[in-house]
């Protein structure tokens, strides 16, 4: 009977494992730490650096300007290429620094996929807290996090979207190529055990990356609905080169 006491007190029984009340805890706080990193997530995703920048540097709310979406394409167009890289490096942080952060053991997270936090941050982006929650279109943001995940898929992302985009002269379709293309990647490095950079080459397990991936799809797709509505009346913007 004292035993019985004593375990009940000092430990909890858990899949036939004991876990003591401090690790109980610690558990807690950890869950509790990842969900406030979600947050955080979202709300970083949700700066508008577009009409931040825009009006600091050239006095110009881009929304008021070509398509009125805040995004890259729209301010590397009516606020100039430097400005305009300048938040497409911006918006690619969003993403990217919080997955790089935990792919390299900066932040530590044990309970959520890492995808999940640079994809809240996409989603922050796309519906901004800040502006209405209206915001981009995914782009930089999702290839943000994909180079935080797996650097060789950003690289080849950034050569099919230029591929793309040359091809058929229209930055909307290569942007919703770049989804396409880090899907077929992440069955690719699953099927042939790919591990070319450690920690920077991940990809294992393609069944939990997979439901965030398509997810980034079809939200950068939706994004792009009415550009394709435009390729379709032949009145979408193209590229000159």
Same mark, same amino acid.
């Given at each position: ?112 996929? *890492?995808?999940? @936090?640079? !994809? =809240?941050? +996409?989603?922050?982006? $796309?519906?901004?807290? %800040? &502006?209405?929650?209206?915001?981009? #279109? ?7 996090? *994909?180079?935080? @995940?797996? !650097? =060789?898929? +950003?690289?080849?992302? $950034?050569?099919?979207? %230029? &591929?793309?985009?040359?091809?058929? #002269? ?7 190529? *770049?989804?396409?293309?880090?899907? =077929? ?30 997810? =980034? ?25």
């Amino acid at each position: 009977m004292k035993s019985k006491k004593m375990c009940k007190f000092i430990f909890v029984c858990y899949n036939d494992s004991y876990i003591t009340e401090m690790e109980w805890i610690f558990m807690g706080s950890q869950l509790i730490f990842e969900i406030v990193l979600l947050v955080l997530a979202y709300l970083f995703g949700s700066i508008p650096f577009s009409i931040i920048f825009g009006k600091w540097f050239k006095g110009i709310d881009v929304r008021d300007h070509g398509s009125g979406n805040p995004g890259g394409t729209n301010s590397i167009r009516h606020l100039g290429r430097k400005v305009g890289f300048l938040i497409v490096f911006f918006d690619g942080l969003k993403g990217g620094l919080i997955v790089l952060l935990m792919r390299t053991g900066l932040i530590h997270v044990e309970y959520m996929p *890492i995808l999940a @936090f640079g !994809v =809240i941050a +996409a989603i922050g982006h $796309v519906y901004s807290i %800040f &502006i209405g929650l209206r915001g981009g #279109k995914a782009v930089a943001s999702t290839m943000g996090l *994909i180079t935080g @995940f797996n !650097v =060789i898929w +950003a690289a080849i992302a $950034v050569i099919t979207f %230029f &591929i793309v985009t040359k091809i058929t #002269k229209y930055v909307s379709v290569g942007s919703t190529s *770049i989804p396409i293309i880090i899907i =077929i990647l992440s069955v690719i490095w699953q099927v042939f055990d790919i591990n070319l950079i450690p920690y920077f080459d991940q990809g294992k397990y393609f069944l939990f990356e997979l439901p965030f991936l398509i997810f =980034i799809m079809l939200l950068i797709f939706w994004r792009h609905k009415e550009n394709y509505k435009k390729i379709s009346k032949g009145i979408e913007n193209k590229v000159t080169w």
